[in-house]
């Protein structure tokens, strides 16, 4: 039986990171962010390396590698906020 996990627990709020002191024109946002794209990882392969556009299209991935390596957990994860810091 394959080992998927559809939907990861919540996320508890995290406190807010203080910018102060830094130039805005240092924090930019990516083209993509406020996208939101699903990934799939295994603790046990390498790091994701594909965006899926859709949940559906990540689950299909997910049952993908699950049949190609039996044994092995696949989950699905929402990525919903992007950021990415410059200097």
Known sequence: MWNITLDPAPVPARPTLSLKGVAPKAIK????????????????????????????????EADRLAAMFPGTPFDVFAARRVRRCLR
């Open 29 to 60: 946002r990516p083209p993509d962010a406020g996208v939101e794209f699903f990934f799939v990882w295994s603790p046990a392969r390498n790091s994701p390396r594909v965006r899926h556009a859709s949940r559906d299209l990540a689950i299909t």
